[in-house]
């Protein structure tokens, strides 16, 4: 028996939403409101694909199309929306024998292909999987190309004091040296959003480096998701707003989305440790077992999140052009800001 690869309707909803649950892959961003909201702000057309087997559902794929120019193109997360992850979701494949399980992943997979080429025909693809789905091999038999990225996550499980405890000594000495009194650690609402998002966009301003992730996007996820799935934390010290993270909290994960870049005011406190810290901690007493740096591919930023003791984890591009591989990046960045 074949996959069966149909768009989920609107009114299935719920059942999207517990497939999502159900999968090791799925993430934040794979839930529907989420993906409504991704395609709004990408002004791009949302295709949540499931496959079937028989009754049995066996997967989830959500893709974007979005045109520039002629070029019509096939997206998971689409462009310009600094979304980590996306791709393909699985389910049921824990009591399946290996090689019952790569012959499901490749059908579902070039079901899902088939049923964009018949009903998006794109010219252009690109795909980023989250680090829980490391097989690529079905999308480079289907002619993409496949690369490797890294970020970071660290093992909550233990407890604090064992988890601090693996810290650097710079770490463990500004987490507990920090003057109490001085700064306060709160989880806030939309305002916290707008405050965190105008200090990361300054910082990369200021660097030379545009950033593109609309405020409102953030507001509406923070609106429209579950309350809990994304939490605005922010530090004040002395009163005044010093930083913040967007932390997303999701299955057995919290992962740093954006913020945690370096404050301008010279408060003499080290910031962002403090709100990592404080993140670890509530993430623990919540029974999570990982922490999601977002993110291990620049060098010096790197050096900070290094001192948190994480493990590497590699996640994967994958891209697809007609046109041949050596347009492939430029194709990209010229869906970057198609909007």
Known sequence: MGIDVQSAEEGDIQAWNDRVSRSPQGTLFHLYESLELQATYAGATLHPLVGF??????GVFPLFEASKGPIRGAFSPPP???????????LNMGKLKQRKRDRRRQRFVEGCFDWVESEVAPRYGHIRTSGRYDDLRPFKWNDWSATPSYTYIVDLNGGAEELLGRFSSDARSNVRNADED??????????????????????????GIAFDLPTEFAVDLYERLPDGHLKPYVCRVDGEFVGGMLI????????????????????GLPVNDLLDWRVMQDAIEAGRSAYDLVGAENQRINRYKAKFNPELESFYS?????????????????FQGYK
């Open 248 to 267: 997303l909290d999701f299955d057995d994960t919290v992962s740093r989305w954006q913020g945690g870049v370096r404050t301008d005011l010279d408060v």
């Open 182 to 207: 001085r700064y306060e650690i709160t989880v806030g609402g939309g305002e916290a959003i707008e405050s965190i998002l105008e200090q990361v966009s300054n910082r990369y301003n200021s660097q």
């Open 53 to 58: 087997k028989g009754e049995e559902p066996v």
């Open 80 to 90: 310009d929306l600094r979304i980590p992850h996306l791709g393909p979701a699985m």
């Open 318 to 334: 994958a891209e697809y052009s007609e046109l041949g591989v050596g347009v492939l990046s430029s194709l990209y960045k010229r």
